[in-house]
């Protein structure tokens, strides 16, 4: 999702790619378009957890330490006139809701952008990720290994296709949702392919 500053800020560009499945390209993206425009903040939240003490061996609970202080600088940020870009994995809508709210609450802008694969890519993406394939997902992290032996001691292929039908139901839920295709081994392609659906240029 992205955030837009409000009247007095610096509003203008389009929102990065922020939701989607794991390995789907949205940290990529989302530092590519804040690249190109200054003053755009990367709220990443897998980068802030590893700010966290301990982070390497309990993930999870690292993830739900951080959330809180990624929400008061969310709105820290737009407060003072400035656009976010959240690349971050929301499968639920009442977490997205949270985010939302961040926005709302200082009167900015909330644009909501889904990256998506069919079922079957995005479980391969996710694999091939950190692997140094060129699939067009997200960089190699030094979280990757955690987020794999989380998902495999979750069940594995069958926990990210339940990930995928969960992003789904929030797409039915939330039909001013964005969906943009994630085009498997080109980024530059989706990234245009963002840029063209929210109606902005890079």
Known sequence: MRWRAGPSGSAGGTPAPPNGPPGIGKSTLARRYAGEHPGVLTCDIDVLRT????????????????????????????????????????????????????????GADFVTVMLMDDEESAISRFHARGAGSAGGGDAVDPWHAQVRRIVTDEGGDAVLAHYHRRLRDVLALRPDTIEVPSIDGDPDATYRAVLTAVGATA
Do not use: N
């Open 51 to 106: 700010l966290i003490g301990g982070w390497e061996d309990d993930f999870a609970t690292a993830g739900g330490l951080i959330r809180p202080a990624a929400l008061a600088l969310i709105s820290a940020y737009l407060d003072g006139g400035h656009d976010v870009v959240l690349p971050q994995m929301l499968a639920r809508v009442t977490e997205l809701e949270r985010f939302e709210a961040a926005a709302t609450r200082v």
